[in-house]
């Protein structure tokens, strides 16, 4: 079993910013990718930045030059800057293990940016 453990969401003023950050563990042996979806009211599920192992990282247009994602070990974070209230949504962490493909999801943590 994997568990995924975010922390980091919350309220922040327009042009603030926050830190988002999932560790893995479990019986997870090796990674494929790490990365972080949202989800706002009304709207689907959309990737907002992923790294494979041993490769870049990619992100979002709406994102781009904004946040920052990077991985340590097990643990992938999400450096999110100059906020704007469309970035609030529900911040989901993702897993992919190698070999297996098999798909890992956190709970989710509100991020909410005022105007």
């Known amino acids: 079993q994997v568990q995924l453990v975010e922390s980091g969401g919350g309220l922040v003023q327009a042009g603030g910013s926050l830190r988002l950050s999932c560790v893995a563990s479990?019986?997870?042996?090796?990674?494929?990718?790490m990365g972080w979806y949202r989800q706002a009211p009304g709207k689907q599920r959309e990737l907002v930045a992923v790294?494979?192992?041993?490769?870049p990282a990619s992100h979002a247009d709406s994102v781009k030059g904004r946040f920052a994602i990077s991985r340590a070990g097990n643990t992938v974070s999400l450096q999110m800057n100059s906020l704007k209230p469309e970035d609030t949504a529900v911040y989901y962490c993702h897993v992919v293990q190698s070999l297996t493909d098999r798909e890992y999801w956190g709970q989710g943590t509100q991020v909410t940016v005022s105007s």
């Open positions: 790294i494979t192992s041993g490769g």
């Open positions: 479990g019986s997870i042996f090796s990674i494929k990718s």
